[in-house]
Structure formats: C-alpha cells, structure tokens
C-alpha cells in the first residue's frame, strides 16, 4: 500500500471523478448530435453509426492491455499520457471534415480513454486501505450517474445553438484540468509485470473487429458475401485466440474463468442482453429528430428520463435482489426491458411525447437493475488473480456489446429499408420489434442460474 501524502489522501478520488465524467460524457453526449454532425459532413444521418462503434470497440480493444502499461511504466505517466492523447482525438474529431476522419479520431480518443479509467481505478485500489476502497469508489462514481443525464441535453444544446464541433472541444478544458491534478495528485506506481500475450491480444483484437464488420456489411446491398466472408474469418481468428490461451501459461484472457459457471453464464447473458440495450441510445435520438423532426434539445430532454430512473432505482437494487435472488430478477427484468423496447415501436406520432417520458424512465431504471445484477453474478465467485482477469474481461464485454449492439440496430434499420424497401419510421419500428424478442429471448440464459445462485453476495 502507497503512502499518500494529506492532500493526496483527500483529493486523489477526484482524479477518477474527473476521468469518468470526461469518458462518459463524451458517449452519451453524441448520441443527439449525429444528424447535425451528419449534415455537415454530407452523410445520411442513419450512416453514422461508425462514430459510435469505432470508440467501443476501441475501447474493448485496449483495456485489457492499459493494467499492464500502467504496472510497467507507472500509473502517473500512463495516466497522464492517457489525457493527452484523449485531449487529442478530441481535437481531431472537433475539426474532421469527413466521416472517416472523424472515425480515425474517435480511434485515437478510445485508446486514450481505454487507458485513462481503468488506470484511474487501479490508482485508487493500490492507494488506500480496504475498508476505505468502498466509500472512495463510490463518492469516485457519481459522475458516473450524473454524465449520462447532462450528456444528451448538453448535446442537444450544442449542437442546436453552437455547432458540432464544441461537442468535442469542451473535453479539451477538462483535460487540462485533469491533467494538473493527475501531475500534483497521482503517485508513480510500479509492478512486476509479465510479457503481455501480444499473440493472444492481435488475435483477439482481429477477431473483435471481424465480427463487428461482419454485421456491418451483412446488411448492406451487394456486400453481404463480404460480411458472410468477415464473420467466418472471425470465428477462425477466435479458434485461434482458443487454441493459443490452451497452450500459454499467461493468456490475455485465461479460458479457466469459464470453468466457473456463474462467471460463464453473467459473461454470456451480459453480452446478449446488451445486444437490444445498447442499440436504444443510438436509434432513438435519430428517431426524434429524423422521422419526428424534434430539435437536438428537446431529443435530448426525452433521453434524460433514462438517466433519471436508473439513479432513482440505485438505493433499491440490492433489496429487490435480495428479496427475488438473481435468478429471478435477470430472468423477469430482460423480459420487461424487452417488452420496453417493442413499446418504443409502438410511436408514430410526434405528439406522443408525453409518454416517452414513463416508458424511457422505468427503462432507465431496469438497465440500472440489469447492469448491476449482471455485473456482480458475473465476478461474484471469482477469487484471487481471477478476479482481475475476469473484471478486465467483463469490462471488455460490455464495450464489445456495445458496439455489435449498435452495429446490430443499425444493420437491422439499413436490412429494412434499402432491401425491403420499408419507409422510414416502419423500419424503426420493425427494428425495436426485432430487438425488443431478441432480449427477451436472451434473458431465458438466465434460467441456467440456480436460485441460491449469488446468495453470497449480499
């Protein structure tokens, strides 16, 4: 355990605060401004999906490499160069005059913020004191709850009243201000590290990428031999990435975890589930502000009850859980977001607002619950060196979902409208149909846990 100086003791769980809210509000603030960002870029605003995806797949890419950069060459350098190159992919992607340039910026701005979070959270873990983690942690993560409800009506705001661009340019002043209390707060730690598996990681990361293109072309017109092609090269890339972890002593991602059948099945469901989750975000404010016609603010004030219900149902979510088991309550709230989703397929008229609001905030509140059941089952019965492994492998899950979620959604809305020909608003809706069963259908995985299944845990 480091010893920290009183100022540091005191203002280090700042530095997490500050490196959570940046990369969290730069992924939810996006969201609404897409089809001004489309426009300017002369792209159809259902086209842009890749400024998304390119930064969670990023992020999957590279977090499972930032604790072994952070024990090698310290966490106060790593971190601190973390913000600089996050810093300048932001910058980047402010003055991209193409959507592929914009995409080549928004890579940058994930490798630095795959570095920038979890090395934050390893500062404080190698800090301060067990009994001490728990309370920093949770005063460290309320910006976490707070950037995702600021996110979509800053957004909106922005880009209604500025221009897109400021979207990106407000992570430069934030930076810099991270920047000065990393160099005053973060101490320089060091670990004994291993050779990382690069074999295990190029293939892993070849394997991601393939998968995600593949549903990217497979719904595209005249390229869905190109997508078949890509989805059978990343299963062989994945083979490989199996056969290779079998044979090394210290793979990227040790197969033994999927020995342990609560992390097994979390890790599955968790990737499944998130598939329709993660695709609402993205399609919503297109929906509003493409078919609907609503400004980027008022889309962004329709997202917020998103954010409002899932911080409403924090103080909650252990009881309920511990009242039903996490069996019951995986298995019953998948169902209900499922139903949630096919209920957003029900709108056809802008002037049905007013009912987004309940339908969007009791969602918020059942991703909050289904984040938090399934995150803890999942690394629940992980003990020792385990526990890493699987909390880095988790972390890589939910960014992987993420981005074939919304690859997903969005391949689905392409699917719909240019082979089948649908209208626009029919295709949004067949889409939110078509996730909406997929989730209900992921959440009978859950069915495999037993009822006394986490009963640990609380």
Avoid at 15 to 37: E, G, K, R, W
Avoid at 325 to 341: D, P
Avoid at 377 to 395: E, Y
Wanted: charged share 10%; with cysteine.
């Amino acid at each position: 355990m480091v010893a920290l100086t009183p100022t540091q003791d005191k203002y280090l769980p700042y530095v997490l605060a500050v490196a959570l809210f940046m990369q969290i509000l730069d992924a939810t603030i996006l969201n609404t401004s897409l089809p001004q960002m489309a426009q300017a870029l002369g792209e159809s605003p259902l086209q842009m999906q890749w400024a998304v995806i390119s930064y969670a797949l990023t992020l999957a890419i590279f977090i499972p490499i930032s604790g072994f950069l952070a024990d090698k060459y310290g966490t106060r350098r790593v971190f601190l160069s973390a913000i600089i190159i996050f810093c300048i992919g932001s910058l980047l992607c402010a003055v991209s005059p193409t959507l592929d340039f914009l995409i080549g910026s928004r890579i940058v701005q994930a490798i630095g913020g795959a570095m920038m979070t979890p090395v934050a959270r390893l500062i404080l873990v190698k800090s301060y004191p067990r009994n001490k983690l728990l309370t920093v942690m949770n005063f460290a993560v309320i910006p976490a709850l707070v950037a995702p409800l600021v996110g979509p009506v800053l957004g909106g705001y922005i880009v209604q009243y500025t221009s897109w661009h400021w979207i990106f340019l407000i992570n430069i002043p934030m930076g810099v201000f991270g920047f000065i209390m990393g160099k005053k707060l973060v101490p320089a730690l060091f670990e004994d590290t291993k050779r990382l598996d690069w074999t295990g990681f190029l293939l892993f990361a070849a394997a991601a990428c393939g998968f995600t293109l593949a549903v990217e072309f497979g719904a595209q017109v005249g390229r869905g031999v190109y997508g078949l092609m890509l989805g059978l090269l990343a299963s062989v890339l994945l083979g490989a990435y199996i056969w290779h972890a079998k044979r090394r002593t210290a793979p990227l991602f040790p197969l033994s975890l999927f020995d342990i059948r609560t992390f097994r099945i979390g890790i599955t469901g968790n990737l499944f589930t998130r598939f329709g989750i993660s695709a609402v975000p993205f399609l919503l404010p297109l929906l509003l502000q493409v078919v609907f016609e609503y400004s980027p603010s008022q889309a962004g004030w329709l997202l917020a009850p998103i954010a409002v219900g899932a911080i409403g149902i924090k103080p909650w979510v252990s009881k309920i859980i511990q009242r039903y088991s996490y069996r019951t309550v995986l298995v019953y709230n998948t169902t209900f977001m499922g139903i949630l989703i096919i209920i957003l397929a029900q709108f056809n008229d802008a002037a049905q607002w007013m009912w987004f609001i309940p339908i969007l905030t009791v969602m918020g509140a059942c991703n909050s619950m289904q984040f938090s059941a399934m995150n803890t089952i999942t690394i629940g019965d992980l003990h020792g060196t385990q526990t890493s492994s699987g909390n880095s492998l988790m972390a890589v899950n939910q960014q992987l979902a993420i981005s074939f979620g919304i690859a997903f959604g969005a391949a689905l809305l392409t699917l719909l409208r240019e082979r089948l020909q649908m209208d626009t608003l029919t295709a949004f809706q067949t889409t939110y149909w078509i996730l909406g069963v997929f989730t209900i259908l992921s959440g009978l995985h859950f069915l495999r846990l037993k009822p006394e299944d986490g009963r640990g845990l609380y």
